[in-house]
């Protein structure tokens, strides 16, 4: 295995949209270790978001670099071009040392039927029953099963090491984290195509530092997650397992871990999650994003006067475009039309109003999941108010980054990476960071 920057055991994505919260994002990590959890704060943006907003990478290396300044942070720290392709990788690679390849695009189209043989000829392993520790049934893998897996994820995998070793000429092979995703496709990859993905990965001498899954249940954008939480919990467990194993088994860096496209807020699998690491000695990477775009809104709304009039403002340019906005995000989101109030309703409300109905707290029963969605994905519009949106986060800086700081500590470092006992008994030190 060549040279590697590899990645701490435990990681945060942190997504910013507009480029305002890398303080507020950072804070959330001071806190979280000093309470215990050794978090490294990864900002990640995606080439889209940065079609969407108009941004160029570079200006997210920027923001990561002066927030680390401002708050004198002297442990690692990562800038994640995420989502690239071959395509669209060349104005990441100065600006970012951790890149998520995405080769979902070519899963299912196969490979060349000479490759698939001289894989299933490598892998005599495969075709039969193998072993693994923590699992308790032998993993049944017959030589169909490899073929047929091969066949499906060989030329993603083979995608995947072309556009890792573009990177690697162009930065040094040494300055930067490898992530491979293949989430964003239709079906979620089990434990055993996990396994012979990792193995075929290996042999492309790709020094990967987190893969992330396409995990079973839907991961809609900012809401929690739906789906079998017990089939996840166990299936998460399996996935841990067969990366201990396949760290051993075909030489590929210790360090290796998961990395958990979350869709932001999935907090019903965090416990579960938490549990799981725990047992396997694991790190994980998880990954957020739109979740901080949605507390700008909540922190205007909560601002009053002309910040709430913005927060507003967005909510009723949304309404008239849901089926536009919603397009591009249509497997990610499960909008309710019948739940989304209308315009003239929202334009009545109070501040405490649009915040309950966008905070969410599944305990309060004004939280509008509906609602939420909408805002998540309607991200342009801010985008297109441009310098009235930027002036009123200047304006309203401090709630804005009081509640971007409170969602990412409270809702998702904590209940993933410390958990509710210790929590509690730092509950008053931490309703300072509240208040
Ligand atoms: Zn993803």
Not at 128 to 137: E, T
Request: glycine share 6%; proline share 5%.
């Amino acid at each position: 295995m060549s040279k590697y920057l590899s990645l701490g055991k435990f990681s945060f994505g942190m997504g910013d949209r507009f480029a305002h919260q890398g303080k507020a994002q950072l804070q959330a990590c001071v806190l979280a270790t000093q309470l215990g959890a050794d978090v490294v704060p990864v900002w990640n943006k995606s080439n889209r978001e940065h079609t969407f907003i108009g941004t160029e990478p570079a200006s997210l290396r920027a923001e990561a670099d002066a927030a680390v300044k401002a708050l004198g942070w002297k442990k690692p720290y990562h800038v994640d071009a995420d989502h690239i392709r071959l395509e669209t990788v060349d104005r990441f690679i100065a600006p970012s040392d951790f890149f998520t390849i995405d080769v979902a695009d070519t899963i299912g189209k196969p490979a060349a039927a000479a490759d698939v043989k001289a894989f299933i000829e490598r892998h005599p392993e495969f075709g039969g029953q193998i072993s693994i520790p923590q699992i308790r049934q032998p993993l049944e893998i017959s030589r169909a099963e490899v073929e047929r897996v091969a066949n499906k994820f060989l030329l993603a995998v083979q995608d995947a090491g072309k556009i890792y070793r573009h990177i690697a000429k162009a930065k040094g092979e040494a300055n930067f984290v490898t992530e491979v995703s293949m989430d964003e496709t239709d079906l979620p990859q089990t434990p055993p195509e996990l396994l012979i993905i990792l193995a075929a990965l290996a042999d492309e001498k790709i020094p990967l530092q987190t893969i992330a899954p396409k995990f079973t249940g839907r991961f809609n954008k900012g809401v929690d997650y739906v789906g079998d939480l017990k089939q996840f919990e166990k299936e998460f467990n399996e996935d841990l397992a067969v990366i201990a194993f396949a760290v051993k088994q075909y030489g590929l860096p210790p360090s290796l871990k998961l990395s958990v496209h979350s869709g932001s807020d999935k907090f019903s699998i965090y416990e579960p999650m938490r549990k799981a690491l725990k047992k396997f000695n694991a790190g994980v990477h998880i990954k957020t994003a739109g979740t901080t775009w949605l507390e700008e809104l909540i922190g205007l709304a909560e601002a009053g006067g002309d910040g709430l009039e913005i927060a507003k403002d967005i909510y009723s340019y949304a309404i008239q475009h849901v089926d536009e906005f919603c397009a591009p995000y249509a497997t990610v989101i499960d909008i309710d039309k019948q739940k989304l109030p209308s315009a003239a309703m929202v334009g009545g409300w109070t501040s405490q109003q649009f915040v309950s109905a966008l905070r969410h707290d599944q305990k309060n029963p004004d939280y509008n999941p509906s609602f939420r969605q909408l805002l998540h994905v309607s991200f342009k519009v801010a985008a297109k108010m441009g310098d009235r949106y930027y002036a009123a986060l200047t304006k309203h800086e401090a709630v804005v980054a009081k509640n971007v700081t409170a969602n990412l500590l409270e809702r998702h470092m904590k209940p993933l990476l410390i958990g509710p006992r210790k929590s509690a008994n730092n509950s008053r030190r931490l309703s300072a960071v509240k208040a």
